[in-house]
């Protein structure tokens, strides 16, 4: 049996190792070496000690960690109180891996019903997640790879259940060309683009999520009469930090709007917004969607968008006919 215990500052070390053995037995290229621990994840206002808990064997050695607390409420303003997350588990690889990933999961689970928590979502909450953007696989963004069986085993054996898939896209900005047909012309001449950097940002919890990143948001404005029709966010990791690419930049994409004028107004928003991170010199543009958001999907193939991943969402509810996705 292994003992349990929250963070010490003294454990950044064994995470990073920890993180490393077990991507490497999911097969996953994903890397939290030391410098991005304290600089990405521990530095975080909202980072509570107690929810980054540790297994240690008998030789008090570190074999494996769970991350959870919870995440940003629907509006993005602020921590939920009830939609928490498990926003990462990772395991050193071998016989008692199982084992260790139940007890870590369980002990999670009881702490969350503890602090009133209604729901919980793994890995990290969708695009409410609060950790590991631009550094996990999917930005914890997707939930779980398709392809991570070993997590999903032990998710599902903690009584989780998928929820809702998702799907990465990826644009290589160096192929890019805007699409030019007669509703994009007319949209050109009804629109402008506008551009807002990230200190404009007054949101507490996206501001404190993305401070390890530069963040962008594209405006669509109508000229006459003048209004907003349109947003567009981008981010990507600061170039200072080593380690992460902050060539590959993530889009945040809203719903589509009903009418064809506003979708054809909407579509050279995206196009004006990939322009310009073209002229910047960013190599690659992802977006994460749900796999149900069909006109989304439509409107990504039409601006050059390939599907590069599959993902799964998973949920575990604590109140009978709760869900944070409904």
């Given at each position: 049996m292994w003992s349990l215990r929250a963070f010490l500052n003294t454990d950044t070390p064994a995470l990073a190792k920890l993180w490393g053995l077990h991507h490497a037995s999911i097969h996953s290229l994903a890397a939290c070496p030391v410098h991005i621990w304290d600089t990405c994840v521990l530095s975080k206002p909202y980072f509570n000690a107690e929810q980054l808990v540790l297994a240690i064997d008998e030789l008090r050695n570190p074999v494996g960690f769970v991350h959870y607390g919870f995440v940003g409420d629907r509006d993005l303003q602020s921590q939920s109180k009830d939609h928490a997350a498990v926003h990462r588990i990772c395991v050193t690889p071998g016989p008692g891996e199982d084992a260790i990933a139940s007890q870590l999961l369980q002990?999670?689970?009881?702490?969350?019903?503890?602090?009133?928590?209604?729901?919980?979502?793994?890995?990290?909450?969708?695009?409410?997640?609060?950790?590991?953007?631009?550094?996990?696989?999917?930005?914890?963004?997707?939930?779980?790879?398709?392809?991570?069986?070993?997590?999903?085993?032990?998710?599902?054996?903690?009584?989780?259940?998928?929820?809702?898939?998702?799907?990465?896209?990826?644009?290589?900005?160096?192929?890019?060309?805007?699409?030019?047909?007669?509703?994009?012309?007319?949209?050109?001449?009804?629109?402008?683009?506008?551009?807002?950097?990230?200190?404009?940002?007054?949101?507490?919890?996206?501001?404190?999520?993305?401070?390890?990143?530069?963040?962008?948001?594209?405006?669509?404005?109508?000229?006459?009469?003048?209004?907003?029709?349109?947003?567009?966010?981008?981010?990507?990791?600061?170039?200072?930090?080593?380690?992460?690419?902050?060539?590959?930049?993530?889009?945040?994409?809203?719903?589509?709007?009903?009418?064809?004028?506003?979708?054809?107004?909407?579509?050279?928003l995206l196009a004006e917004s990939l322009r310009q991170l073209q002229q910047e010199r960013k190599r690659l543009v992802r977006v994460v969607a749900s796999a149900n958001q069909q006109r989304i999907v439509s409107l990504l193939h039409r601006l050059g968008f390939r599907s590069v991943e599959h993902g799964l969402l998973f949920e575990k509810a604590y109140e009978a006919g709760v869900s944070a996705f409904r």
């Amino acid at each position: 049996m292994w003992s349990l215990r929250a963070f010490l500052n003294t454990d950044t070390p064994a995470l990073a190792k920890l993180w490393g053995l077990h991507h490497a037995s999911i097969h996953s290229l994903a890397a939290c070496p030391v410098h991005i621990w304290d600089t990405c994840v521990l530095s975080k206002p909202y980072f509570n000690a107690e929810q980054l808990v540790l297994a240690i064997d008998e030789l008090r050695n570190p074999v494996g960690f769970v991350h959870y607390g919870f995440v940003g409420d629907r509006d993005l303003q602020s921590q939920s109180k009830d939609h928490a997350a498990v926003h990462r588990i990772c395991v050193t690889p071998g016989p008692g891996e199982d084992a260790i990933a139940s007890q870590l999961l369980q002990h999670a689970d009881q702490d969350l019903r503890s602090l009133g928590a209604k729901t919980c979502s793994a890995l990290g909450g969708g695009d409410r997640s609060g950790f590991y953007l631009g550094i996990a696989d999917g930005d914890n963004l997707m939930g779980l790879f398709a392809n991570d069986f070993k997590t999903q085993r032990w998710l599902t054996d903690a009584g989780f259940a998928p929820v809702r898939p998702t799907e990465c896209w990826e644009l290589d900005l160096s192929l890019f060309r805007p699409p030019m047909d007669r509703m994009q012309i007319q949209a050109r001449r009804t629109c402008t683009i506008g551009r807002m950097l990230d200190e404009d940002y007054d949101h507490w919890w996206t501001s404190t999520v993305l401070g390890h990143c530069e963040q962008t948001r594209f405006h669509l404005m109508i000229k006459s009469p003048p209004s907003l029709a349109g947003v567009v966010s981008c981010w990507h990791p600061d170039p200072s930090i080593v380690g992460l690419d902050s060539s590959v930049v993530r889009m945040v994409l809203m719903d589509l709007p009903e009418t064809v004028e506003a979708q054809e107004q909407y579509t050279y928003l995206l196009a004006e917004s990939l322009r310009q991170l073209q002229q910047e010199r960013k190599r690659l543009v992802r977006v994460v969607a749900s796999a149900n958001q069909q006109r989304i999907v439509s409107l990504l193939h039409r601006l050059g968008f390939r599907s590069v991943e599959h993902g799964l969402l998973f949920e575990k509810a604590y109140e009978a006919g709760v869900s944070a996705f409904r």
